[in-house]
């Protein structure tokens, strides 16, 4: 087996608003499933009740009981946490972009760290510049890729602690703005959930919904989403979805080839778009289970972190028709102007 010491390079442009002007021209109805669903932020509440009645019903049990909890409930919340700050930063749920950002930074509170406002700035860069390694920060660093390696316990490392190497990434990433308003707001509200928190319930409340998030974005099968939306695991194909029973949890967030496509169709309407247009999704590699995912990708030594696409080209794909802009691809140009 040889070792891959570098990522994939692309001379080609991101392959999905070349998809997307070709789903538009052949399935036009596909245009209606653009909009906003505000009926999320009822899940959103819901969520966020669930974790903060977990962290009473907790605060005075073993602490086995605690991280236990944490892993097989928690876990699944916090990640759907994460599914509905996604929403919120793409504007799927109100017309205000205020009141989308301000639900994120609700829905952002069990989850301990202020990340909400951080992500929907880095997030629609990685939609926008797909592969762009100074733009783009779901590609890890190359120093990251390089000590990680394709070793089973430094994926394990990776895995554990994967929070702390995004933050790392910042530093490379260009033209995002790294502090205003509104993220000092997002840090205002979580240290003082946090503090209300510690003070009403105590150490055990806390050490819940820190485990919660550590597990809901690393060491758990869960974790494989992040392996499954970009990770070469069938060929240099860029972008993978997962059509799994989990997405019934997770808000169909396994519909990424579906989402990268429609990024302005809210998370209820995304199997719609493979519905609509079968044939460019059938045709494409996907996932059936995150689990077993998770272990290949700890196991199979020819995965590792550079097995991921990058491109200099910003790839931008001119509009076949001036004069009629396809609606899909001028709401991802204003998405991409959110700084």
Known sequence: MEKRTDFVHSEVCEPHRIRTRQILKQHPDVR?????????????????????????LLRNQSWWLVVGAAYFLGAFADHSLFVMIHECAHRLLFKNPAANRLAGIFANMPQIFPSSVSFERYHIKHHSFQGIHELDGDLPNHWEARLINHYFIGKVIWLLFYPFFQLFRISRLKEIKPFDGWIALNWAVQVVFVAAMAWWLGPKAI????????????????GARWIQEHYLTH?????????????????????????????????????????????????????????????????????????????????????????????????????????
């Open 32 to 56: 209606k499933l653009i909009g906003k669903n505000p009926i999320t932020f009822l899940a959103i509440l819901g969520l966020v009740l669930f974790q903060v009645g977990m962290a009473w």
């Open 207 to 222: 050490v819940f919904l820190v485990c919660s998030f550590f597990f809901s974005v690393g060491l758990h099968p869960l």
């Open 235 to 339: 060929g240099e194909q860029e972008t993978y979805s997962y059509y799994g029973p989990l997405n019934k949890v997770a808000f169909n967030v396994g519909f990424h080839n579906e989402h990268h496509d429609f990024p302005s169709v809210p998370w209820n309407k995304l199997p719609q778009i493979k519905n609509s247009a079968p044939k460019f999704y059938d045709s494409l590699y996907y996932h059936t289970s995150w689990t077993k995912l998770f272990f290949r990708f700890l196991f199979d030594r020819e995965i590792s972190l550079f097995s991921r696409v990058v491109r200099r080209d910003r790839g931008k794909v001119p509009l076949a028709d001036e004069s009629k802009p396809d609606v899909e691809l001028i709401v991802m140009e204003r998405e991409a102007a959110v700084s």
